[in-house]
């Protein structure tokens, strides 16, 4: 019975002077966020007799107040603190250029124990428009898988989205990019999702395939040339990028897609080849096949 008045006591007498006790800290004007480079001011309203009052940044002193004077001293030229219209009561901290280590919590702090803080948000971005892996151009090997992370600095988060050589379909990110239809100059565009802001970046996309199957134009596996008579045989492939080889019974013959075949001798009747490479590690990187060329006698019948 006794501890129930008590209680009552301390309810009724205690807890207004602990609520007295308690500054109030608000940003003016009030904001759901701020903007880099931006100008803030937070006022502290003080309820007690303090001496001094501190503003702090994440519980460091950033600007203090002598309540006698108004006299006020700050440990950055980015702040500047003061009483508002001389009054002892209401104090203001200016917060001048906005930076992101102004995104933190604030508290005013007086020597004989009230404090409030409150915490404040800063936008920004987009800025520093990057990739990962980091180049511009990149070479990618048909299924071989190889993502392109389009990153930016943003606060909150940006939207990232890619788009394909002008198209306007939007691509997710990170590109996942594996296929040789991919190949193309894509954009990333950075959005800020508040501010009515964005940044771009350009990605110059090859992949390298083939050697797909290979065929000969004729479509011969073998071919029948009478001496001294002329034939071209071309190989056909799909392919980015190969180098391309013709050898014969001999030597090598060509480094292109023809073989060229003019006034032939009986000394090249044999096994030909056509061998095309890429120049990077595809599966397969090298694809070949053979023809057979017969060279035949002419028959004179007139001498
Ligand atoms: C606040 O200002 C009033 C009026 O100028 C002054 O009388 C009082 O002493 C000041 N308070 C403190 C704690 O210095
Ligand atoms: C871009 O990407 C975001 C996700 O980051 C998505 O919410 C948004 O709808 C996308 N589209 C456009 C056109 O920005």
New binding site residues.
């Given amino acids: 019975m006794e501890y129930k008045y008590i209680f009552i006591l301390i309810v009724f007498f205690y807890l207004p002077v602990l609520i007295i006790g308690q500054y109030t800290l608000r940003g003016v004007p009030v904001k759901r966020y701020l903007v880099l480079d931006e100008n803030y001011r937070l006022q502290c309203d003080v309820t007690d007799s303090s001496n001094a009052v501190d503003f702090r940044r994440n519980n460091i002193v950033v600007c203090s107040i002598l309540s006698q004077s108004c006299e006020s001293q700050s440990t950055n030229n980015r702040y500047k603190c003061g009483c508002i219209n001389n009054n002892n009561k209401t104090l203001y901290l200016n917060i001048n250029d906005i930076n992101i280590k102004d995104d933190s919590t604030w508290s005013c702090k007086g020597n004989a124990g009230g404090q409030s803080s409150t915490t404040v948000t800063v936008y920004y971005g987009p800025e520093n428009i990057r990739f990962n892996p980091t180049s511009n151009n990149i070479d990618v090997i048909e299924g071989k898988s190889q993502s392109v992370n389009c990153l930016a600095d943003c606060n909150p988060d940006?939207?990232?989205?890619w788009s394909k050589d002008g198209s306007t379909t939007?691509l997710?990110?990170p590109l996942s990019l594996s296929t040789r239809i991919q190949t193309g100059v894509y954009t990333c565009?950075v959005?800020h999702i508040v501010f009515n802001k964005q940044l771009t970046k350009q990605l110059i996309v090859q992949v390298y395939y083939g050697p797909d199957e290979l065929t000969f134009s004729p479509d011969v596996t073998s071919i029948n040339i009478i001496e001294g008579g002329d034939q071209t045989i071309t190989c056909l492939t799909d392919c980015y990028k190969c180098n391309y080889k013709w050898t014969g019974p001999e030597q090598v013959l060509s480094s292109s897609k023809d073989l060229i075949l003019t006034q032939i001798k009986r000394n090249q009747d044999g096994n030909y080849r056509y061998e095309a490479t890429n120049i990077k590690n595809t599966i397969p990187k090298t694809r070949s096949k053979s023809l057979q060329v017969n060279v035949h006698c002419r028959y004179k019948y007139f001498t």
């Avoid at 940006?158 to 989205?161: A, K, L, R, S």
Wanted: aromatic share 0%; glycine share 0%; hydrophobic share 20%.
């Fill in positions: 940006c939207d990232i989205n939007i997710n990110n565009t959005k």
